[in-house]
């Protein structure tokens, strides 16, 4: 079965500064989807940023990258410039492809400091 | 940009009643459509998998008689919490996807609260 670990619970950054937040998984399948989904106090879904494990070329949007990498089944987000707005809960998350399922990982708390 | 709309977005009831929850695609055909459960402070729980025309597919624990689930047509898919008890009080997430190569959407939750 397919899991995401997020082994950082909660993270602070200053606001202005870079900040990076990891995730790994754990799958036997080669062609799959990652997200980053940011989840504020209204608790509504967003979606950041999203890799297609074909592809090499790490995806980005705006002051978000990934650094994906496929052997080491790691895939950890940067948040570049970091606004007071970005403080969220940022979830990692796999989809499998048989069945469009989205596996969660338990979750970063990031916090930014004025 | 796609929009899964979800209503109510907070329900209180009695201990007892029923309660159904609603999650529309509004602008695009849902293929499938997911249920999730999320608990304070804790990350998305999958309990359903919603497929038009065809019986819900639920995950291991979650018991298919309290939580009703009717996928009726391509836009529409209904939670219905069946004779709740507090301990079903929680936040309840849908949502829609288009197929594997396109992202989920989902709705902005409904919280309930049983009292």
């Known amino acids: 079965a397919q899991t995401v670990t997020q082994s950082q619970p909660e993270m602070s950054v200053q606001e202005a500064e870079t900040v990076t937040l990891s995730c790994t998984y754990d799958?036997?399948?080669?062609?799959?989807?990652l997200f980053w989904y940011k989840q504020p106090p209204s608790r509504q879904m967003i979606l950041v940023i999203r890799?297609?494990?074909?592809?090499?070329q790490n995806a980005t949007e705006n002051r978000f990258s990934v650094n994906f990498q496929k052997a080491a089944k790691s895939f950890s987000l940067k948040i570049s410039d970091s606004q007071l707005g970005d403080a969220a809960m940022y979830f990692c998350?796999?989809?499998?492809?048989?069945?469009?399922?989205?596996?969660f990982g338990k979750g970063t708390r990031l916090h930014i400091l004025p | 940009g796609a929009v899964v709309s979800q209503h109510p977005s907070w329900v209180i009831c009695k201990s007892g009643t029923s309660v159904k929850i609603e999650c529309r695609s509004l602008?695009?055909?849902?293929?499938?459509m997911f249920w999730y459960r999320q608990f304070p402070k804790q990350s998305l729980m999958l309990m359903a998998t919603?497929?038009?025309?065809?019986?819900?597919?639920?995950e291991q624990g979650v018991e298919k008689d309290k939580f009703l689930i009717n996928h009726a047509s391509l836009t529409l898919s209904t939670l219905t919490v069946t004779s709740a008890h507090p301990e079903d009080s929680s936040f309840y997430i849908c949502?829609?996807?288009?197929?594997?190569?396109?992202?989920?959407?989902f709705g902005d939750g409904t919280r309930l609260s049983i009292l």
């Open positions: 949502s829609a996807g288009r197929g594997y190569n396109q992202p989920q959407h």
């Open positions: 602008d695009f055909q849902a293929t499938t």
């Open positions: 919603s497929n038009e025309g065809s019986k819900a597919t639920y």
């Open positions: 998350a796999y989809k499998r492809p048989r069945d469009d399922k989205i596996i």
């Open positions: 890799q297609e494990a074909y592809k090499q």
């Open positions: 799958t036997s399948e080669s062609d799959y989807y």
